[in-house]
């Protein structure tokens, strides 16, 4: 296993020095690597980044959100997506490329109020990211309980490989559907599961940064320790890059341990 | 209709659906009762310059009140009164719903109820703020902003304004030779009573006090009461057009008169006054 160096910055801080590749949320000036965000260090062959602790939810396309619909016009719904810019659905991904504001009633597919989950198709910078509800598993979220956490926690909710939120899901018996912006919808048979998973989403949101968090989560949600072991072996592997792209979270001590070492040698 | 631009907050109706199922139960979606009030925060003399302020946090709300004093002419018809105006605006950083430029409707609703519950308390003994009958006497503005929203604004504002009030010291003015001097001193100001105000709220069937602003999207009338220390009714105010039926109206009367006694020991505790 390679090793990773991690310390806490603010922006402005040097992340690391040398011949390095700068990442997410860092800038190279000349020799150094500078975090532009507060959060945990990583640095190691690849390059160095810095793993936010707090901000916006920035779109990107690819991006899986929950969104709200606020309002639409004769040819697209505006969706707020959590973020400083307001996303939209064009009315062709639902009526089709023959869509026609004169036949076609868009308060019947969505009304305002309503919460879908959806991709972010389109998105470069320069014009509000348009979105897609044409995939497996997207589209309008007819029942849950909608809960939102900073959007900087749901790495660390999504754990290694889903780890995370496969143990929560399994442990509560509920279906929980994260959308990148911190949208979060939990849906179960009883309310009573819910409300576990609830908590233990909150309980992610608030120790994101600590040690040891899988281990007090398996004991709030009450998961046998024979149990604890399997899990990382059941994991299945997710193509999602947001997920990969995770590495403050981990099953393994080792790497948890190593994440609270402030001072992080470099 | 109210063409405010707050009412543009939408909450999703999976939220929605959640909150009222959280309230038929009793509980919120903030695990408080229904008529709970969030915790009260006040601190004293925030603004250095002013002759008394204070910044009051109710939950996430935050306002900021700061009373200035000078002289002036009476209002007319009030002529052996010192003058009192309150006013209020909402910030633009406090919420992503308030724009800026002049204030809303709400906003000016939000000073003139604010403002009764002070006249119509007669928290300050206006009579004793006079210099020379009909011509000169003190005029006290006290300027609220509200720097963060999170619903119920009216008490909030109306705690930050009493609060600041209360804790004011009013500079000694004296009239030498037909003019208004600055003695350099100050008094106590003529505090007569404190009022406080109780918003309660209807959403559906169920009455809930101190409302967040995911509550106030979804209510369907408003009713704010406000209470001198004697615990009588000074001021009321209705919101929306939604409807309260009489036995709703005694309920949340009475419970205005309970809560507002707790709030106001609180706010005495807080001011360090008797």
Not at chain 1, 84 to 100: E, K, V, W
Not at chain 2, 246 to 267: F, N, T
Request: aromatic content about 4%; proline content about 5%; overall charge negative.
């Amino acid at each position: 296993m390679q090793e990773v160096k991690r310390k806490y910055v603010i922006p402005g801080d040097i992340v690391a020095e040398g011949n390095l590749r700068p990442l997410v949320n860092v800038f190279k000036n000349g020799n150094s690597i500078v975090a532009t965000r507060i959060g945990i260090t990583e640095s190691n062959q690849d390059g160095a980044k810095v793993i936010p602790l707090s901000g916006i939810y920035f779109p990107r396309a690819n991006d899986i959100v929950i969104g709200k619909i606020l309002d639409h016009s004769s040819l697209s719904w505006s969706v707020d997506i959590n973020s400083c810019f307001a996303a939209h659905l064009p009315a062709q991904d639902i009526f089709g490329r023959d869509f026609s504001p004169a036949h076609d009633d868009m308060g019947r597919q969505l009304s305002t109020g309503d919460v879908i989950v959806a991709r972010i198709a389109i998105f470069d910078r320069t014009r509000d990211p348009i979105l897609t509800i044409q995939d497996k598993d997207l589209g309008k979220i007819p029942t849950g309980e909608l809960i939102k956490i900073s959007p900087t926690r749901v790495p660390r909710l999504i754990g290694k490989r889903g780890s995370m939120i496969q143990t929560i899901e399994h442990a509560s018996s509920t279906r929980v559907t994260i959308g990148q912006n911190g949208i979060i919808v939990v849906s179960g048979k009883d309310k009573e599961g819910t409300t576990l998973a609830i908590n233990a989403i909150h309980m992610v949101e608030v120790e994101a940064h600590t040690s040891n968090l899988t281990q007090r989560i398996k004991q709030l949600l009450n998961v046998p320790e024979s149990e604890i072991e399997n899990d990382d072996a059941q994991t299945s592997v997710s193509s999602d890059p947001t997920i990969n792209q995770d590495e403050i979270n981990s099953n393994s001590k080792d790497k948890e341990m190593g994440m609270i070492n402030s001072n992080g040698s470099k | 209709m109210s063409l405010s631009k707050k009412s543009t907050v939408i909450v999703e109706n999976l939220r929605k659906k959640q909150m009222r199922e959280a309230i038929s139960t009793g509980k919120r979606l903030d695990e408080r009762s229904l008529d709970e009030i969030r915790p009260i925060e006040i601190e004293l003399d925030v603004i250095k310059k002013a002759n008394g302020s204070a910044w009051v946090k109710l939950g996430n709300t935050e306002v900021v009140a700061g009373v200035k004093v000078e002289t002036g002419e009476p209002f007319e018809g009030l002529e052996n009164s010192g003058a009192l105006i309150i006013t209020a605006e909402v910030l633009p950083i406090a919420s992503p719903h308030i724009e800026p430029g002049p204030p809303d409707e709400e906003t000016i609703e939000l000073a003139r109820v604010v403002d009764r519950g002070v006249r119509e308390s007669e928290m300050l003994d206006l009579k004793k703020l006079v210099l020379v009958p009909g011509k000169i006497v003190y005029t006290i503005f006290v300027d609220c902003s509200v720097i963060n929203v999170d619903g119920n604004l009216l008490d909030a504002t109306s705690y930050a304004v009493v609060s600041a009030l209360a804790s004011c010291k009013l500079p000694v003015f004296e009239i030498k030779d037909d003019k208004v001097v600055d003695t350099g001193k100050t008094q106590e100001p003529p505090i007569t009573t404190l009022p406080v105000s109780i918003t309660t709220v209807k959403i559906g069937d169920y009455l809930i006090s101190d409302p967040t602003t995911e509550e106030e999207a979804c209510m369907d009338a408003r009713l704010t009461i406000t209470t001198n220390s004697k615990g009588s009714i000074v001021a009321m105010q209705k919101g929306l057009k939604g409807s309260f039926s009489i036995d709703d109206v005694k309920s949340i009367a009475d419970k205005a008169i309970i809560k507002g006694e707790g709030i106001r020991g609180k706010l005495k505790g807080m001011i360090n006054i008797g």
